[in-house]
């Protein structure tokens, strides 16, 4: 019995050595490979020789590379002088292309380059090797990209991004809102088809729920073939599930509450503000404080908030921090039409209570200190733009930085988007697609108007006083 043990461990370490060695080997062809590319279209022959005006392209039709390598090779190539330390670990096999490529492409999509080359003001040591000093953001990234894994590195730009852009954070979440859609549409076979797009937070809500609503399959359930069943089947059947029970339950939150199914966890030093050096963390991922500070007025959020010197939990959950069911009837009994932002149309059942003063800053949970907001409207509150002042019961002032009121912003702004979402809140990221969305109901707005000015202008044509006389001849369109 020793001995078998002892010849599977020894066959199994010569295997595990074997695939080692010949993927040591591959790292070292995939950077030959690289360095060639590289040398190739620098001098711009793929496309002065061969005619190809992109890399990927070049790859693919020329070698025999699979889509995804020659995708990574491509990015390398294309970013490689800019950022010299990640190309240099890919060149010399240090790394996989994969990850220095998704680095690359971070560092690109998140507008990170400047701060990859800004030295730090002191020396980072390696959180892999002690003996390596990093002067550069880039450095640190080569190091991830040779010693972490895929998901480690992604951390690592999340925790950058979390904080280099805190109020960007905001600006990205008002930008989603206002390009999220989802539609619902009977086909003509009883089916129905569910298309749309979702804002970041209600596709990890949704994605929990999904993950929960039914078990994962059993080995019971392989077909023929031995495969299990797909998972876009599973959740299709979740979202069932999740209808279903919501609709039939007596003790699902209808009104009053929402099923809370995201954690965040932060220290209240950091939560008020404060320059600690650390992060909220949201189900597991480092967000920035501007949105943990949105999220934690939120019922679909459990806040874990907690003394960073002590350890001590701070009492400062749903009872004290949330509306309870008295509380929230009278601020809906106040406010009866919906949001406070003026011109708003979202009703009542779709507000969120804010603090007027922030709950983490010593604001009441009380209805002097409370108003009804929607989502999107509540996370426009929360960035630095605007100032709100309750004035009365369902009453609220709202004030741009400009000195404009929300009414006087508004009915400026509800004809470049409809709900009035102002260029100046734009997100980097969305800002092209927003800008193509606003073209898009401009232009509609535009053939609105015309369509109500021929309207009018076929209808104002006076009848004949004479009934014996003709009616006047149809003007036509109108000349413009």
């Not at 002065?48 to 005006?53: A, I």
């Not at 003394?307 to 400062?316: F, K, S």
């Not at 404009?404 to 702004?413: G, I, V």
Request: glycine share 6%; proline share 7%.
């Amino acid at each position: 019995m020793y001995s078998t043990v002892q010849d599977r461990d020894t066959e199994a370490n010569l295997l595990l050595a074997e695939i080692e060695s010949i993927a040591a080997q591959n790292r070292k062809q995939d950077a030959a490979a690289l360095k060639a590319v590289i040398a190739y279209t620098s001098a711009g022959l793929h496309k002065s020789r061969d005619g190809f005006s992109g890399i990927r392209d070049w790859i693919m039709e020329t070698f025999d590379f699979k889509a995804p390598c020659a995708g990574e090779i491509a990015s390398i190539a294309r970013l490689s002088p800019k950022f010299k330390y990640l190309a240099e670990a890919a060149l010399s096999g240090a790394a996989r292309l994969d990850s220095i490529a998704y680095a690359m492409r971070r560092i690109e999509r998140e507008g990170l380059a400047v701060y990859s080359r800004v030295p730090y003001p002191e020396p980072v040591e390696s959180p892999y090797d002690p003996s390596v000093w990093c002067t550069t953001p880039e450095q640190l990234m080569r190091e991830y990209c040779i010693h972490a894994s895929r998901s480690e590195l992604a951390e690592h730009f999340d925790r950058i991004c979390a904080e280099l852009f805190d109020q960007q954070s905001l600006l990205d979440e008002l930008s989603q809102q206002t390009l999220a859609w989802m539609e619902v549409s009977e086909r003509p076979d009883g089916m129905w088809d569910l298309d749309g797009r979702l804002t970041g937070d209600t596709g990890k809500l949704l994605s929990n729920a999904l993950k929960t609503a039914v078990p994962p399959p059993r080995q019971d359930e392989k077909d023929e073939e031995g495969l299990l069943p797909s998972a876009s089947g599973r959740n299709a059947e979740a979202l069932h599930q999740m209808v279903a029970a919501y609709g039939t339950d007596p003790s699902s939150p209808k009104r009053h509450g929402h099923t809370a199914t995201l954690n965040l966890t932060c220290d209240i030093e950091t939560l008020r503000g404060e320059k600690t050096g650390r992060l909220p963390i949201l189900d597991g991922r480092p967000i920035s404080v501007a949105k943990a500070r949105l999220l934690a007025c939120e019922a679909g959020i459990i806040p874990s908030v907690f003394d960073y010197e002590t350890g001590e939990a701070i009492e400062l959950g749903r009872e004290k921090r949330l509306p309870n069911t008295a509380l929230r009837h009278k601020l809906e009994l106040e406010q009866p039409g919906g949001c406070a932002w003026s011109g708003c149309r979202a009703p009542v059942s779709w507000t969120e209570a804010h603090h007027i003063q922030h709950w983490v800053d010593g604001g009441e949970t009380n209805a002097d200190n409370m108003i009804l907001l929607c989502r999107f409207h509540h996370g426009r509150i929360h960035t630095n733009k605007w100032e709100i002042e309750k004035v009365g019961p369902g009453k609220a002032r709202i004030t741009h930085k400009s000195g404009l009121t929300d009414d006087d912003w508004e009915a400026d702004l509800l004809k470049d988007l409809p709900n009035g979402h102002d260029s100046d809140e734009w997100s980097p990221t969305f800002k092209r697609e927003l800008t193509d969305h606003a073209n898009w109901f401009a232009q509609k707005n535009m053939q609105a108007a015309i369509a109500k000015a021929r309207e009018k202008f076929r209808v104002g044509v006076a009848p004949p006083k004479d009934p014996e006389e003709p009616p006047a001849e149809d003007p036509g369109d109108p000349p413009f």
